[in-house]
């Protein structure tokens, strides 16, 4: 299997089009054209991570932090930072990152926080992208309908909600008379044509009309491939990182932070505590990593605690004085997407029959510890 289709089908589920502005997502070292049989899931790559994917013979790293989220002046193995870099090229281990889009998809890192806080009924806390809808309709041999569906399917078309590859068939008949230097699929120069045919309709996101168009050419058997575009009326596809939500029932200050150690299997966490605090907590707002930029966005959502990392002291004044109660459980919680992620690519094996081994990294990549 080619590296290179593993990571088309994860982008089906993570685009990388989803990303805040400036995130570096994608290939960071190595190739994707070439084969693998074993990938192994990391939240960050460091040395200890490098070190064991040598010794599991790892061919594709997935992270979610990326390596190299800074230019670097040189590449030497002298520090310890740039080797590990030599070592994954001298070992031919590609490094593929998904960031911020990890985030903000839908049954992405922070549903799962909730899902694991029992936090219902959630939507985003703030809103990142906003995408016109747009269709495509083509017209193509009926017996090329099924390849066709596919390959638009695949160029990521026809997501709707919590369905996938969805599309319209209709039956017609097509007609045409190929001229001058065409080299027509089916016909003959001079002579009118009819042939039996399907017009597929698809949506997709005005953002993927590259890649769709791309997909449906290349697929098309005719020379001149008939299709049109419409811009929709539809609403905008809308997603957002962070997660605001509500707990079952109202839970205490003290009992609801003590969940969020146990949940996490936390040894300590740090808490802003607001000078007027409110006896119970119900409704959650969590943005995993260093999100403390969003807290007036959880304010406005109304939300009794905001649940994120890596809170600068300053800011933690404000948010004081906010009325809002404010956990971090540290960046180190995110290490949840190892299991979850792997979860998800065994699943794919089993649908798509890959013969690709997936591994959960054991290494801790946590610099804090808790005395």
Same mark, same amino acid.
């Given at each position: 299997?080619?590296?290179?289709?593993? &990571?088309?089908?994860?982008?089906?589920?993570?685009?990388?089009?989803?990303?805040?502005?400036?995130?570096?997502?994608?290939l960071?070292?190595?190739?994707?054209?070439?084969d693998?049989?074993?990938?192994m899931?990391?939240?960050?790559?460091r040395?200890?991570?490098?070190?064991?994917?040598?010794?599991?013979?790892?061919?594709?790293?997935?992270?979610?932090?990326?390596?190299?989220?800074?230019?670097?002046?040189?590449?030497?193995?002298?520090?310890?930072?740039?080797?590990m870099?030599?070592?994954?090229?001298?070992h031919?281990?590609?490094?593929?990152v998904a960031?911020?889009?990890?985030?903000i998809i839908?049954n992405?890192?922070?549903?799962?926080?909730?899902?694991?806080?029992?936090?219902?009924n959630?939507?985003?806390?703030v809103e990142s992208q906003s995408?016109?809808?747009?269709? %495509?309709?083509?017209?193509? $041999?009926m017996?090329d309908s099924?390849?066709?569906?596919?390959?638009?399917?695949?160029?990521?078309?026809?997501?709707?909600?919590?369905?996938?590859?969805?599309?319209?068939?209709?039956?017609?008949?097509?007609?045409f008379?190929?001229?001058?230097?065409?080299?027509?699929?089916?016909?003959?120069?001079?002579?009118?044509?009819?042939?039996?045919?399907?017009?597929?309709?698809?949506?997709?996101?005005?953002?993927?009309?590259?890649?769709?168009?791309e997909?449906?050419?290349?697929?098309h058997?005719?020379?001149?491939?008939?299709y049109?575009?419409?811009?929709?009326?539809?609403?905008?596809?809308?997603?957002?990182?962070?997660?605001?939500?509500? %707990?079952?029932?109202?839970?205490?200050?003290?009992?609801f932070?003590?969940? !969020?150690?146990?949940?996490?299997?936390?040894?300590?966490?740090?808490v802003?505590y607001?000078?007027? $605090?409110k006896?119970t !907590?119900q409704r959650?707002?969590?943005?995993?990593?260093s999100?403390?930029?969003?807290?007036k966005?959880a304010?406005?959502?109304?939300a009794?605690?905001? &649940?994120?990392?890596d809170?600068?002291?300053?800011?933690?004044?404000?948010?004081?004085?906010?009325?809002?109660?404010?956990?971090?459980?540290?960046?180190?919680?995110?290490? %949840?997407?190892?299991?979850k992620?792997?979860e998800?690519?065994?699943?794919?094996?089993d649908?798509?029959?890959?013969?690709?081994?997936?591994?959960?990294?054991?290494?801790?990549?946590?610099?804090f510890?808790?005395?």
């Amino acid at each position: 299997m080619k590296a290179s289709k593993f &990571i088309e089908r994860f982008k089906q589920y993570c685009p990388e089009w989803l990303i805040e502005d400036g995130d570096p997502v994608g290939l960071h070292i190595g190739t994707l054209n070439k084969d693998i049989q074993r990938v192994m899931m990391s939240l960050d790559v460091r040395p200890a991570v490098v070190a064991e994917a040598i010794e599991k013979k790892i061919d594709l790293l997935i992270v979610k932090h990326p390596p190299i989220f800074r230019p670097i002046d040189r590449l030497t193995t002298d520090d310890f930072q740039t080797k590990m870099y030599v070592d994954l090229l001298k070992h031919d281990i590609a490094v593929y990152v998904a960031h911020t889009n990890m985030d903000i998809i839908p049954n992405g890192l922070n549903d799962w926080f909730c899902e694991l806080l029992e936090v219902k009924n959630t939507t985003y806390l703030v809103e990142s992208q906003s995408i016109p809808i747009k269709k %495509l309709a083509v017209y193509v $041999p009926m017996d090329d309908s099924k390849a066709m569906r596919t390959a638009l399917a695949e160029a990521g078309a026809g997501k709707q909600g919590n369905y996938e590859a969805t599309s319209y068939t209709l039956s017609g008949t097509g007609r045409f008379t190929p001229v001058g230097e065409a080299n027509p699929t089916i016909g003959e120069l001079n002579r009118q044509e009819q042939v039996q045919e399907s017009k597929i309709e698809v949506i997709f996101p005005a953002i993927l009309e590259e890649q769709v168009v791309e997909a449906m050419l290349t697929a098309h058997t005719y020379e001149e491939p008939a299709y049109d575009i419409y811009q929709l009326d539809n609403p905008p596809l809308k997603y957002g990182i962070g997660r605001v939500g509500t %707990l079952a029932a109202p839970l205490s200050t003290e009992e609801f932070i003590q969940q !969020v150690k146990k949940v996490f299997n936390l040894d300590g966490l740090r808490v802003v505590y607001p000078k007027q $605090p409110k006896a119970t !907590v119900q409704r959650v707002a969590i943005c995993g990593g260093s999100a403390e930029k969003f807290y007036k966005d959880a304010l406005h959502q109304q939300a009794d605690v905001y &649940i994120t990392g890596d809170v600068y002291y300053h800011t933690a004044h404000d948010m004081q004085e906010s009325g809002m109660l404010v956990i971090d459980p540290g960046h180190y919680i995110e290490a %949840l997407c190892k299991r979850k992620m792997v979860e998800l690519f065994n699943q794919w094996k089993d649908e798509e029959d890959w013969d690709v081994s997936f591994y959960v990294s054991e290494v801790s990549t946590n610099p804090f510890s808790f005395k």
